[in-house]
């Protein structure tokens, strides 16, 4: 290959790489909820992992085999709530099984609009 189509070649080979790269971070971070950040610490962080099936025990143990623990079976929406290390969400997400993972919130009723029954 000549000196010349090698040099033309360079910034191609660097877009597709930077391309693949984002896709490849893009594909873990799409299934994890946007205030639910990975850092390096082992923290547990209360989660709610949904599956794109109804989670049986080998789900329930991707979820252990990370160091994390299963707290309730959710199947009526594909899902199990649990704790996770913090260093082993996108690990989790990048698993084909796992749907999305968002952190597992306090629910709370603000507004009550109940009329006076008769």
Excluded: C
């Amino acid at each position: 290959m000549s000196v010349a189509r090698r040099s033309a070649l360079k910034p191609w080979l660097l877009v597709l790489t930077v391309t693949l790269v984002s896709v490849t971070t893009w594909a873990s971070d799409r299934k994890l909820a946007p205030d639910l950040i990975p850092d390096s610490s082992t923290d547990l962080v209360k989660v709610i992992v949904q599956f794109e099936q109804s989670p049986g025990e080998a789900h329930k143990n991707k979820i252990r085999s990370k160091g994390g623990s299963v707290d309730a079976d959710l199947s009526l929406v594909k899902a199990v709530s649990g704790k996770l290390p913090k260093n082993r969400l996108n690990e989790l997400a990048d698993d084909p099984d796992v749907a999305y993972i968002s952190p597992d919130r306090a629910v709370r009723s603000y507004l009550n609009n109940a009329g006076r029954g008769h």
